[in-house]
């Protein structure tokens, strides 16, 4: 008859161990204490997102910051004048913050000895709560300007978007548009229609009539809406600046 030596269970094993050294109502407190501490940070993290305030710059340590996440406020400002983005303090900010951003800022602050502030997202208008008068960036400011990226989340933008704001991103853009659509619109309008043959001068004439009626309709609707340019959006918090 052989011998059978039975396997050894290595998660039987490591319970024994564990046993020995503590009773399972201290693991369950040690573990509720983890949870705790954790809960607490969170909530402090979340607090400073919610009610964070104006802040200068933060203390990094500057030996273990990566370089391809710090961008200056001028890059910035290019690309939400680009996009028809917002850049305003995460306090504004209405949408789902995800919990892998507040990972990444206590994991900033331990690797730099040091608490964030003054966090600042990039985002469209419609995700931001604005006073009345796709793809979210969370920054923090280091200093002269410069900003350090924390986290983005989110899907990517449309990748027709920068061509879609072009005509808002400055006024001359948009008159610009305007002259291009009336010239076209001017083409459409047979001949004959005011005059046995239609002359250069008479085309321009109604090219600029149709001009007018286009901008006419675009004020309307620019002030009715509250609506400007991205150059002089790009980081106010009223809904209509």
Not at 169 to 197: C, R, Y
Not at 200 to 224: D, M, N, Q, R, V
Not at 228 to 240: L, P
């Amino acid at each position: 008859m052989k011998l059978r030596i039975p396997r050894t269970n290595i998660e039987h094993q490591l319970l024994k161990v564990r046993n020995k050294n503590q009773s399972e109502d201290q693991l369950l407190e040690e573990v509720a204490l983890i949870f705790r501490n954790t809960q607490k940070e969170d909530e402090r993290v979340m607090e400073k997102l919610n009610n964070g305030g104006e802040v200068d710059k933060n203390k990094f340590n500057p030996e273990i910051l990566e370089t391809g996440r710090i961008f200056h406020l001028d890059q910035i400002y290019r690309i939400c004048v680009d996009y028809r983005l917002r850049f305003l303090d995460s306090k504004y900010f209405k949408g789902d913050i995800p919990y892998e951003a507040l990972i990444k800022i206590k994991e900033i602050e331990k690797q730099h000895k040091t608490s964030l502030k003054g966090f600042k997202i990039v985002a469209p208008s419609r995700l931001f709560k604005l006073e009345n008068a796709d793809d979210p960036l969370l920054f923090v400011p280091i200093g002269n300007d410069y900003y350090y990226l924390i986290h983005k989340w989110g899907n990517d933008l449309h990748p027709l978007r920068k061509l879609l704001m072009w005509p808002f991103k400055t006024l001359e853009n948009f008159i610009l548009l305007l002259l291009v659509i009336s010239f076209l619109t001017a083409l459409l309008i047979p001949d004959g229609l005011f005059s046995p043959q239609q002359s250069t001068t008479e085309f321009f004439l109604i090219f600029f009539f149709i001009f007018k009626w286009f901008a006419g309709l675009s004020i309307f609707y620019g002030f009715k809406m509250g609506k400007n340019f991205n150059t002089e959006i790009w980081n106010s918090r009223f809904y209509n600046a």
